[in-house]
């Protein structure tokens, strides 16, 4: 009976041990598995290009909401809807949040000396806080690629940098201020621009202070050259490098009208460039008989033009400058002395 009684005890023993050792090793492999997976450059710093962010290994199973982003258009300013943006409708949990913001953080500043900022989230990326929105509250587009803000002459390259210009990294070295299809894998702001001479590894990224969003990661304050895109120190073998860079300037227009309907010229201040684009109305009335007054807010042309008026509850309203009336006023005839009549 005894002798029974201590094998009891030693099996639970046994097994009391052994469970605790399962658990404990199960949660060590959990927290590797989430380190491993939250410090790879292929998910957290290279997803600013042209492919969407891989970060389905970051989630568990119960975060995964496939089929749930929404792809979106997002205006530039001088074209509508013209860049292609992704909404996505999940992000990191609390627990890989916290280690980016943490540990990688304090990494990156050992590596790159880079200062954090604002919080890892998978909203945004670089491409959008530098070219969309920089409200990192209400950003929550992810933009795989900028190039339209620059074909359609938004921005205009410049080669004399000030503070808030905004910095692309490209992979292949080309003409120099002449954009081409060259792959832009990083934007940012220029914070700062420093003195010196530059050591031409990519181009003068060392004398400019940037702030950037790295890919899902964190946003960051940063020397231009001390990142994960340039040769100075890339997280991963595989990862693009950025041989050169170009700064881009909010593009501003002079306007002169070439015609009522045929639009106006803009000549770009920056750089020369010249287009011809539609003009941009409003509309004034003036009275019910003579119409309505039409002036571009660009170049400042003006017409006056009778009103287009539609049926409207009990009258009629004009569908440009919303002036209402009971009845379509009758539009006098102007009356040309005999005298003149030759």
């Known amino acids: 009976s005894l002798f029974f009684l201590v094998l009891c005890l030693l099996f639970v023993f046994c097994s009391t041990s052994f469970g605790a050792s399962a658990s404990d090793e199960k949660n060590?492999?959990?927290?590797?598995?989430?380190?491993?997976?939250?410090?790879?450059?292929?998910?957290?710093?290279?997803?600013?290009?042209?492919?969407?962010?891989?970060?389905?290994?970051?989630?568990?199973?119960?975060?995964?909401?496939?089929?749930?982003?929404?792809?979106?258009?997002?205006?530039?300013?001088?074209?509508?809807?013209?860049?292609?943006?992704?909404?996505?409708?999940?992000?990191?949990?609390?627990?890989?949040?916290?280690?980016?913001?943490?540990?990688?953080?304090?990494?990156?500043?050992?590596?790159?000396?880079?200062?954090?900022?604002?919080?890892?989230?998978?909203?945004?990326?670089?491409?959008?806080?530098a070219w969309h929105s920089t409200n990192t509250s209400t950003n929550n587009v992810w933009i795989p690629d900028p190039s339209n803000y620059i074909s359609d002459h938004s921005y205009c390259c410049v080669a004399t940098l000030q503070v808030g210009d905004i910095i692309i990294y490209c992979d292949d070295m080309d003409t120099p201020f002449i954009y081409t299809d060259d792959e832009i894998?990083?934007?940012?702001?220029?914070?700062?621009?420093?003195?010196?001479?530059?050591?031409?590894?990519?181009?003068?990224?060392?004398?400019?202070?940037?702030?950037?969003?790295?890919?899902?990661?964190?946003?960051?304050?940063?020397?231009?050259?001390?990142c994960p895109y340039t040769e100075f120190c890339p997280l991963d073998p595989d990862d693009q490098i950025a041989e050169y860079v170009r700064y881009y300037r909010l593009s501003t227009f002079n306007y002169s009208n070439t015609g009522l309907y045929s639009g106006h010229q803009c000549t770009c201040t920056l750089c020369g460039h010249q287009d011809v684009k539609p003009h941009t109305y409003s509309y004034v009335n003036i009275d019910l008989s003579s119409g309505h007054r039409v002036t571009c807010s660009k170049c400042n042309l003006f017409e006056i033009e009778e009103h287009d008026w539609q049926t409207y509850l009990d009258g009629y309203r004009c569908s440009k400058c919303g002036v209402f009336s009971s009845y379509i006023p009758v539009i006098a005839e102007s009356v040309v002395p005999e005298e003149e009549i030759i």
């Open 28 to 129: 060590e492999e959990t927290q590797t598995d989430i380190a491993m997976n939250e410090s790879s450059p292929k998910e957290c710093c290279d997803t600013d290009g042209g492919a969407d962010p891989d970060i389905s290994s970051m989630l568990s199973d119960s975060e995964l909401r496939d089929g749930l982003d929404e792809y979106v258009y997002v205006s530039t300013p001088r074209t509508p809807n013209s860049v292609l943006g992704i909404i996505y409708y999940y992000d990191y949990n609390s627990q890989q949040i916290n280690y980016c913001n943490t540990y990688q953080a304090d990494y990156y500043f050992q590596i790159y000396g880079a200062i954090y900022l604002s919080t890892a989230t998978n909203r945004y990326n670089c491409h959008s806080y």
């Open 185 to 226: 894998i990083h934007s940012g702001i220029v914070t700062g621009v420093l003195s010196g001479t530059s050591n031409g590894l990519c181009g003068t990224s060392d004398l400019v202070t940037v702030t950037s969003k790295w890919g899902g990661q964190a946003r960051y304050s940063h020397n231009g050259y001390h």
